[in-house]
């Protein structure tokens, strides 16, 4: 059955690839972004032109004025560096912006009850669990028996890749056609290029090589 | 043991017993209010005054960005009429915002997180259950589980007043010396007086004479 999906949409490799396969099997598909003041706003702008490009309905929901609340993370506090290295290390926790996915998914609810859309879509994957407890699927779980329940319209939480690695992404993103090169994820946040370093950049490297997909990044380190 | 508290604090009523009821029993509490571009943002104005007089820190969070998201309630849309009656008419349900409770619940959350908070305090009460789905405990209960999953630190919700009625808040506050004449409820908006027509006029005059508290509230009607 078609139905009206809101995707949660960083511009980023996961969630660009479930926008294109929610498309791809007929959904009505929305995309919300989100502004938390984040180091890497330029994801933002890749957002706005894969939707473009797509034809799909896309907003960005300003949350900049929370920053302050969201101190401790690398990602919205500038005096907290950028960790190098593999995500599997200790050090990436620091990367973990406070209760972010719980406020990017109380958002596009808010959205899809105020448009009776079916569901929110959410690219959080295999990979993700180690370093962000709010990719792990009983946390998933609980919030879309809350969103289940707080309206009277109920709302689910279409998780796909739940069960996925990021190669599997890649693979999956090659099949659909998707613009893989022109999603943005990388920590730093400079503009077109990816730093190479960072814990995103080094899984999205690997990702395309275990996928033996080529990566068209544009990376600072060769 | 002594626990530090982020209360959803609206100041309307119930909120503020809360922030009392648990400063009275020796937390540390914090109060965070969301400027979500409501019609009764007046509210705002007393929940700061309410916090100065306490000595309690205080933060106001601006989603008012998020208001062209939120439309279909009389609180956000300015052509929707605020409805008059009592809150058991069907015609209330008018004033749901869509999904604000568990919006508020994911700021506090991540202010709670980044501040190492133990939890947070939310004052639904009873009354609340029969217009606002998002003060059913199922609901609080599965964004409480997902509260103590979505960090490493986690938190819980403190919800004391879920089996009280708002005549029982009524006579809490009195006891506990709270200021009532201060908190401001009223949906129309209008600053320093209640309508005294509108569902929360209604259920706040009803409330003060059950529990048989003199009302100082500055009603429009007598």
């Given at each position: 059955m078609r139905q009206t999906i809101i995707v949660i949409f960083s511009g980023g490799l996961d969630s660009t690839v479930l926008l294109h396969k929610l498309k791809n099997e007929g959904h009505e598909v929305l995309a919300l972004s989100i502004d938390?003041?984040?180091?890497?706003?330029?994801e933002l702008t890749q957002a706005a032109r894969i939707c473009a490009r797509l034809g799909i309905e896309h907003r960005t929901a300003d949350l900049s004025a929370l920053k302050p609340l969201l101190s401790g993370s690398s990602q919205t506090s500038d005096d907290q560096p950028v960790p190098h290295g593999h995500y599997a290390e200790e050090s990436m926790k620091l990367t973990v912006v406070p209760n972010r996915n719980m406020l990017m998914m109380a958002v596009a609810g808010a959205w899809a009850i105020s448009r009776k859309a079916h569901g929110i879509g959410y690219a959080a994957h295999a990979g993700d669990h180690a370093i962000y407890p709010d990719c792990r699927e009983e946390f998933v779980q609980a919030l879309d028996t809350a969103l289940g329940l707080a309206d009277w319209h109920p709302v689910y939480i279409l998780r796909p890749f739940m069960n996925m690695t990021k190669a599997d992404i890649v693979r999956e993103g090659h099949r659909l056609g998707?613009?893989?090169?022109m999603t943005y994820s990388c920590?730093?946040?400079?503009?077109?290029?990816?730093?190479?370093?960072?814990g995103t950049c080094v899984e999205r490297r690997e990702a395309f090589e275990i996928a033996q997909v080529k990566d068209f990044t544009n990376y600072v380190q060769t």
């Open positions: 938390y003041g984040q180091r890497h706003r330029y998707a613009p893989l090169e920590y730093e946040g400079v503009p077109e290029i990816h730093c190479g370093k960072c």
